[in-house]
């Protein structure tokens, strides 16, 4: 078996920089003798955050979900409602939201009021949580309307003749992303202004799985289930014909893998070096 590793995979800028804040966040609060928390998982991956559940953090989404402590926010953001009730509650919070989540934050807080802010993403997922609970400087939630298909833009009012910002969460997979772009600027032409854009690391990463499935006859993506950006590589693949599989870890290689002459192998973003190489070495070693 020949296995063709991707140009891009594994941890990205912002999760390596979380998880350094993770390991910040359990040093104070074992120095301050508090508890540590994570504001929802700080990353999508069950492995890591595992690592940090046997190291003493805890998981919580509200101020009401345990005494007050130092307390993570995840690279996803979460909203300024949900921020505020945290530190009000006596929480010590460290900022792990992603650069380029809080610069999507920034420019919808800043937005004009009379402009409409339509967000490209997935509802329920936890970075399009964060956009669409963020206060303008009078401390009013801004409007935000999420669209994940073509169903949801054509439901979309037209809003007379004002301005629509167009958003994104930055893990949107490309390909979908740019097809939902393009109804948004036939329904709305010149009103529609362009608000942030997808991840660069994200979309560098669907550009070298695209390459590496011209040269495999199979791939496997390692990451987290619950990971947008996993996921999509997935999809991608999916797209091109081939055969693929999603493991979380080297135990859920399938043996089916062994059957083919190339194989591919990428990961997401949030999936830890040594998690690849495990992989990668069993399957050199065929076990």
Same mark, same amino acid.
């Given at each position: 078996?020949?296995?063709?590793?991707?140009? !891009?995979?594994?941890?990205?800028?912002?999760?390596?920089?979380?998880?350094e =804040?993770?390991?910040?966040? =359990?040093?104070?609060?074992k120095?301050?003798?508090?508890p540590?928390?994570?504001?929802?998982? @700080?990353?999508?991956?069950? *492995? &890591?955050?595992?690592r @940090?559940?046997q #190291? +003493?953090?805890q998981?919580?989404?509200?101020?009401q979900? +345990?005494?007050?402590?130092?307390?993570?926010?995840?690279?996803? $953001?979460?909203?300024d409602?949900?921020?505020?009730?945290?530190?009000?509650?006596?929480?010590?919070? !460290?900022?792990?939201?992603? +650069?380029t989540?809080a610069?999507?934050?920034r420019?919808?807080?800043n937005?004009?009021?009379r402009?409409? &802010?339509?967000v490209? $993403?997935?509802?329920?997922?936890?970075? &399009?949580? #964060?956009l669409s609970?963020?206060?303008?400087?009078?401390?009013?939630?801004?409007?935000?309307?999420?669209?994940?298909?073509?169903?949801?833009?054509?439901?979309?009012?037209d @809003? $007379?003749?004002?301005?629509?910002l167009l958003?994104?969460?930055?893990?949107?997979p490309? =390909?979908h992303?740019?097809?939902?772009?393009?109804?948004?600027?036939?329904?709305?032409?010149?009103?529609?202004?362009?608000g942030?854009r997808?991840?660069? *690391?994200?979309f560098?990463?669907?550009?070298a799985? #695209?390459h590496?499935? *011209?040269?495999?006859?199979? &791939? !496997?993506?390692?990451? +987290?289930?619950?990971?947008?950006?996993?996921?999509? =590589?997935?999809?991608?693949?999916?797209?091109?014909g081939?055969?693929?599989w999603?493991?979380e870890?080297?135990?859920e290689?399938?043996?089916?893998?062994f059957? @083919?002459?190339r194989? $591919?192998?990428?990961?997401?973003t949030? *999936?830890?070096?040594e998690d690849i190489?495990?992989?990668i #070495?069993a399957?050199?070693s065929?076990?």
């Amino acid at each position: 078996m020949v296995i063709e590793r991707s140009q !891009i995979m594994g941890y990205c800028n912002g999760v390596a920089h979380v998880i350094e =804040l993770a390991k910040e966040c =359990l040093r104070i609060a074992k120095e301050r003798d508090l508890p540590a928390y994570s504001i929802g998982w @700080f990353i999508h991956n069950p *492995t &890591v955050v595992e690592r @940090f559940v046997q #190291a +003493g953090m805890q998981h919580i989404d509200t101020p009401q979900d +345990g005494p007050p402590g130092i307390a993570l926010i995840r690279a996803h $953001g979460i909203g300024d409602p949900l921020r505020q009730q945290f530190e009000q509650s006596g929480f010590t919070l !460290i900022d792990g939201t992603c +650069g380029t989540v809080a610069y999507s934050q920034r420019m919808i807080r800043n937005v004009d009021p009379r402009t409409h &802010v339509v967000v490209i $993403g997935l509802k329920g997922h936890s970075e &399009v949580a #964060a956009l669409s609970n963020v206060w303008n400087d009078a401390k009013q939630l801004v409007p935000v309307l999420v669209v994940e298909n073509r169903k949801d833009i054509e439901a979309l009012s037209d @809003f $007379g003749d004002s301005t629509v910002l167009l958003m994104a969460q930055t893990t949107f997979p490309q =390909l979908h992303y740019e097809e939902l772009k393009s109804m948004m600027q036939d329904k709305y032409g010149s009103r529609l202004k362009m608000g942030n854009r997808l991840c660069p *690391t994200t979309f560098r990463r669907h550009e070298a799985i #695209a390459h590496l499935c *011209t040269k495999v006859d199979a &791939v !496997i993506v390692i990451g +987290g289930r619950m990971s947008a950006n996993t996921t999509s =590589l997935v999809h991608l693949v999916e797209e091109k014909g081939l055969p693929v599989w999603h493991i979380e870890s080297v135990r859920e290689i399938p043996q089916e893998i062994f059957t @083919f002459q190339r194989v $591919g192998v990428t990961a997401g973003t949030s *999936t830890p070096p040594e998690d690849i190489d495990a992989v990668i #070495a069993a399957l050199e070693s065929g076990v």
